[in-house]
């Protein structure tokens, strides 16, 4: 799919889709919700440290998906806006718990000292806390123009995904792993389809549900999203061992040096890369239903696999 910009697509071609052109706006519009989600307050300390993770930058690619796909399935981003910044939130949170000495003990994220670096490990967990339970909140009493059956099950669908069954539960299996030399595909995958997966299922089936999807759309949705969530982390694994510091915004070649099973170590990098084209492919396939109008979650599966760090 290639971005053009200015002129009409000629006659039989289908209307080409400027990826770039979306993502900068989309961006700078979570951006600026997300200033505005959280004010400065009295703790000063914990907000600052909440504000200074969730305000680094990054992709803003979960919050991204959720708005594309509520507009998809026929909602507006005003709609989706809350959820989008909790899922923004949460996985705020799950990087700087992941940070942190006890678990994958990064200095850096984003291209900046971690958030335990900063404010220490005690305010570090607090910000993580603080922000998770925020998340809810915001959906709570942020969503408009939504009934509220569908704002429950958004709430109950985020917590799912962040919780034992989903983030929490991936993240226990990659601990035990680590330094182990018999991990299998099975358990790989069960780690990455949880630990990265269900959050980003959660992103587009979340922004679906807001907008009054069918059971069977959310099939598709939901389709679409674990094949995408599952390349995601086989691109993430590559990048690990093929990106440098500064490419990647966090330090580079840390599976190698904790002896974690990855994709790669697994297959090598060429069927790797192969496989997450593979799911590329499937997760496209399962939005045929939606026509043209599924362009931009097209545009953003094929990202996943081009993105550099």
Not at 85 to 111: F, Q, V
Not at 252 to 263: H, V
């Amino acid at each position: 799919m290639v971005a053009t910009e200015g002129r009409p697509a000629p006659k039989g071609e289908s209307l080409t889709f400027d990826l770039s052109t979306y993502l900068k706006e989309r961006q700078a519009q979570v951006e600026a919700a997300l200033d505005r989600s959280l004010p400065l307050t009295y703790p000063e300390k914990v907000y600052e440290a909440m504000r200074y993770s969730l305000l680094a930058g990054g992709k803003r690619l979960r919050p991204i998906l959720c708005l594309a796909t509520c507009e998809l399935t026929g909602g507006t981003v005003e709609m989706a806006m809350p959820t989008a910044c909790a899922l923004e939130m949460i996985h705020t949170m799950s990087l700087i718990h992941d940070d942190l000495p006890a678990m994958d003990n990064d200095d850096y994220r984003r291209g900046k000292l971690t958030n335990h670096k900063v404010y220490g490990e005690d305010i570090a967990i607090l910000a993580g806390d603080g922000l998770l339970a925020y998340a809810f909140e915001y959906v709570a009493t942020q969503t408009q123009n939504v009934p509220a059956h569908r704002v429950l099950q958004v709430v109950a669908r985020l917590g799912r995904a962040v919780g034992a069954a989903g983030l929490v539960g991936g993240q226990v299996v990659d601990l035990e792993s680590e330094g182990r030399s018999d991990i299998q595909e099975e358990t790989l995958t069960y780690i990455h389809t949880h630990k990265t997966g269900a959050l980003l299922e959660a992103c587009v089936v979340c922004g679906g549900i807001l907008a009054g999807v069918t059971d069977e759309e959310i099939e598709r949705l939901s389709g679409y999203a674990k094949n995408i969530g599952l390349a995601f982390q086989i691109v993430d694994d590559i990048l690990d061992i093929t990106a440098t510091q500064e490419e990647l915004g966090k330090t580079a070649g840390k599976d190698i040096l904790a002896q974690k099973a990855t994709y790669p170590s697994l297959w090598g990098i060429e069927a790797s890369k192969t496989k997450a084209q593979q799911l590329i492919d499937a997760a496209k396939a399962e939005l045929e239903a939606f026509g043209e109008k599924a362009q931009p979650l097209l545009a953003l599966a094929d990202f996943i696999t081009m993105r550099t760090h």
